[in-house]
């Protein structure tokens, strides 16, 4: 049993005991929106060097609807992906999640956050890459990774552009997801978006607005342009207690 959710239902508990799953969706993007607006308020809180910073960016985005807000989901879990045929992403265990996302941060810690990098894109995709597939919460995951993505960019003094990323939401998330398979990853889709977001592509004689609807409609043989949310489940096979 998952218990995140309302008995018999996918409608995650929250603090205003909205049971209906739409409403619920339509409240949660106002006060995520409203939470965004405000982001700057915290930042002199917020240490990017650590994985606390994930945390204070997820309890201010979440705060008012879910109790559980920037604090780390307590069971395994899995969602049906459509450009993998169905199955998972394999999450990190409940119980790595602080492991993984120190050893993770460890890694950054280490790389030259500047334009200077040859090899800049690729490892914004791959610090963001990991920390979403590690998805240290029940729910508003993507959301606090791409915006801790923006800010951490911010504190490099890099220039990124946050509303590309929002505008495809879709691509984003279908490309994370193909970026985290463990056997055969295909980490070209994220890639491409966060070249394009750091500003490091040549934008030749093609319209802008032009330029994001032909590349970021399809991935593989999929619309992804019309991608639409589907909830995360307990893991089958997956103990509470294990």
């Known amino acids: 049993m998952d218990p995140y959710v309302y008995k018999n239902s996918n409608v995650l508990q929250n603090k205003l005991n909205i049971q209906d799953e739409q409403q619920l969706i339509t409240v949660e993007a106002q006060l995520l ?40 989901r307590t069971i395994n879990i899995y969602k049906n992906e459509k450009v993998l045929g169905g199955v998972s992403v394999t999450y990190s265990h409940f119980k790595q999640i602080q492991t993984d996302l120190q050893a993770i941060f460890t890694w950054a810690s280490t790389i030259n956050w500047s334009v200077s990098n040859p090899l800049l894109a690729k490892d914004f995709s ?15 995951n993507t959301r606090t990774v791409s ?37 055969s990853p295909e980490p070209e889709h994220l890639l491409k978006i966060i070249t394009d977001a750091l500003g490091l592509t040549e934008i030749k004689s093609v319209a802008h607005d032009q330029l994001n609807v ?18 995360f489940t307990i893991h089958p096979k997956s103990n509470i207690d294990d």
């Open 147 to 183: 915006i801790f993505m923006k800010l951490f960019a911010d504190s490099k003094g890099l220039s990124f552009n946050e509303q590309l990323l929002s505008d495809n939401a879709g691509y984003l998330r279908n490309a994370l997801v193909l970026a985290s398979v463990e056997e």
């Open 126 to 140: 791959t610090l963001m890459t990991d920390i979403w597939r590690v998805h240290s919460y029940r729910e508003g």
């Open 214 to 231: 032909e590349k970021y409609q399809t991935i593989r043989q999929y619309n992804v342009s019309t991608y639409e949310e589907q909830p």
């Open 33 to 72: 929106i409203a939470g965004i607006l405000d982001i700057d308020s915290i930042l002199p809180e917020i240490n990017f060097n650590h994985f606390s910073s994930l945390q204070k960016i997820h309890h201010h985005l979440f705060q008012l609807i879910y109790e559980w807000a920037g604090e780390f």
